[in-house]
Antibody
Framework: QVQLVQSGAEVKRPGASVKVSCKAS????????IVWVRQAPGQGLECMGW????????NYAQKFQGRVTMTTDTSTSTAYMEVRRLRSDDTAVYYC??????????WGQGALVTVSS | DIQMTQSPSSLSASVGDRVTITCQAT??????LNWYQQKPGKAPKLLIY???ILETGVPSRFSGSGSGTDFTFTISRLQPEDIATYYC?????????FGQGTKLEIK
């Protein structure tokens, strides 16, 4: 079955970086884009950006431009999302998900990133 | 970015009730609108895509309608397992954007 499995929870200091991985299985990785969405505690869903696994084209939400990098490794069907210069308000669950022509499905299980001194 | 406004932000209803949530876009997005259900501690689940098409395996009590800027999500007869937060999402333009969510509770 189509599945996205993400890396585990992380605890980081303010100013550090974190890189979350997302391994896809059950479908042809390069046929779809990957979307990254985050959810702060008790808050709603926020789309961070989109990366085509076929072309490598990327679209970042303006809020994350310059601080976030999305990449893919087609040899391992894995997507990565790195956030630099972490702040306390970056504490959130970070989800990767497959973009099925605009419908986001399925989602990874989420990776909790806690930023605390 | 396209802004999505959902209402209400929370809703209390009884089992068997008809529940309606609305979502409004800041510009015409045709039918490029999806609805998700999120239960506590879980990833969101796609329920409806292209504004009105029910995802495979989703109960028929869920439905969606609308086009342009105004959309509606309906649960025809609320069940206890429907307690969750519901989100709309547009995909007319990148970046995709979500409504702020509607938290549904049982009265």
């Amino acid at each position: 079955q189509v599945q996205l499995v993400q890396s585990g929870a992380e605890v980081k200091r303010p100013g550090a970086s974190v890189k979350v991985s997302c391994k896809a299985s059950g479908y042809t990785f390069t046929n779809y884009a990957i979307v990254w969405v985050r959810q702060a505690p008790g808050q709603g869903l926020e789309c961070m950006g989109w990366i085509s696994a076929y072309s490598g084209n990327i679209n970042y939400a303006q809020k994350f431009q310059g601080r976030v990098t999305m990449t893919t490794d087609t040899s391992t069907s894995t997507a990565y999302m790195e956030v630099r210069r972490l702040r306390s308000d970056d504490t959130a669950v970070y989800y990767c998900a497959r973009d099925r022509q605009g419908a986001i499905d399925p989602w990874g299980q989420g990776a909790l990133v806690t930023v605390s001194s | 970015d396209i802004q999505m406004t959902q209402s209400p932000s929370s809703l209390s209803a009884s089992v068997g009730d008809r529940v309606t949530i609305t979502c409004q876009a800041t510009q015409d997005i045709s039918n490029f609108l999806n609805w998700y259900q999120q239960k506590p501690g879980k990833a969101p689940k796609l329920l409806i895509y292209d504004a009105s098409i029910l995802e495979t395996g989703v109960p028929s009590r869920f439905s969606g309608s609308g086009s342009g800027t105004d959309f509606t999500f309906t649960i025809s007869r609320l069940q206890p397992e429907d307690i969750a937060t519901y989100y709309c999402q547009q995909y007319d333009n990148l970046p995709y954007t979500f409504g702020q969510g509607t938290k549904l509770e049982i009265k």
